[in-house]
């Protein structure tokens, strides 16, 4: 018997045909690299044979950067060749594909593709932020949260560690809401994130990460800073790991990598800070920060090129819509939202 087997199974059932609701004959292309947890990608490859799907595993050795830092050591054509013809793409790599070449070769050549970035995924986590979650009532409060979402002008966004930002939308950036309904062609991430891709230039103040920071490290010693001038960081502040940080950011030579990406909400109510971003991205009531690539998806029609991405976590956030609040210090004070807050809390 392997550890949580009867969990996780029900977990990879659900991914499957509930929010993937792989159909008979489909080809579903799971890839992962070295550092993958194997148990989970041989339950959700028996998920998907159960469901009449076509399961192929790709594995690869870990490559030492994520996104397009990764392709120095994959096999690039031929894998972008393989998802360029798959109905599903579920990534489980630890080095995460996202952003890579063979990404951009799998949406620019299929339009049909399903994509879930599921990255660092282990029994564990999988259980709590999908198998135990009601997904339902969790993606009607987030098309709720979406709606004002889109509607919204003008941010801003507070913590108690000192994050103070202001920045606009741009009504042709994406409003990604992913509460588990990952049915559709397109770019999915695991239940409980909302990511928005302000317009660039706008974002002004500062950032501090108090949670992780990936890569290039995982959970953080102390916090670090940035103050941000036009959506370009212009100073890094705090420990080691501050120095280590601004270090990652000059070795990649590309002043595209000192830009903001996107910001995105936590709502998972199953989500722990445990140092795997994935999770860390859905702690509820954090806010994360992408900095470097944006995909053309994400950002019509040229996106934001760079030569790789990271993500930090903002703990315990403020975020005013057009000056109407609606999160105090990590929880929802806006009556509406609130109450669903209560309700999701209850069932999870």
Not at 196 to 208: A, K, L, M, W, Y
Not at 266 to 272: I, S
Request: hydrophobic share 40%; proline share 5%.
């Amino acid at each position: 018997m392997k550890f949580l087997e009867f969990e996780l199974q029900n977990a990879a059932d659900r991914l499957i045909k509930e929010m993937l609701q792989v159909k008979k004959g489909e080809t579903v292309v799971i890839t992962a690299d070295t550092c993958s947890n194997e148990q989970v990608v041989n339950a959700t490859a028996s998920s998907v044979y159960a469901a009449g799907g076509k399961p192929m595993v790709i594995y690869t050795s870990t490559p030492s950067g994520v996104g397009k830092a990764a392709d120095f050591d994959l096999p690039v054509e031929a894998l972008g060749g393989a998802l360029k013809h798959a109905d599903v793409w579920i990534e489980y790599n630890k080095q995460w594909l996202l952003y890579s070449t063979p990404f951009e070769i799998a949406f620019s050549g299929n339009k049909k593709i399903r994509y879930i970035n599921l990255v660092e995924m282990n029994p564990d986590l999988m259980i709590r932020n999908i198998g135990n979650i009601d997904m339902l009532l969790l993606a009607e409060f987030m098309q709720k949260f979406t709606n004002m979402n889109i509607n919204t002008k003008a941010y801003r966004v507070t913590t108690p560690a000192g994050t103070d930002l202001t920045f606009k939308t741009n009504p042709n950036h994406l409003v990604c809401n992913d509460s588990g309904d990952a049915s559709r062609p397109g770019m999915n991430m695991m239940p409980g994130q909302l990511n928005i891709v302000p317009e660039f230039d706008s974002i002004q103040g500062t950032i501090v990460f108090d949670g992780s920071l990936v890569p290039p490290f995982r959970l953080l010693d102390a916090p670090v800073k940035l103050t941000i001038k036009n959506s370009t960081i212009t100073n890094i502040e705090g420990g080691i790991q501050a120095e280590q940080f601004a270090e990652w950011l000059k070795s990649f030579g590309d002043p595209n990598m000192y830009k903001l990406a996107h910001m995105a909400y936590g709502l998972n109510p199953g989500a722990r800070l445990t140092g795997d971003i994935v999770e860390d991205e859905r702690v509820w009531g954090c806010v994360e920060w992408g900095i470097g690539y944006v995909s053309p998806i994400d950002a019509p029609p040229k996106g934001q090129d760079a030569k790789s991405h990271c993500d930090g976590i903002c703990l315990n956030a403020s975020v005013w819509l057009d000056d109407v609040q609606v999160l105090n210090k990590g929880k929802f004070i806006h009556r509406e939202l609130k109450d669903y807050e209560d309700k999701i809390f209850k069932r999870a």
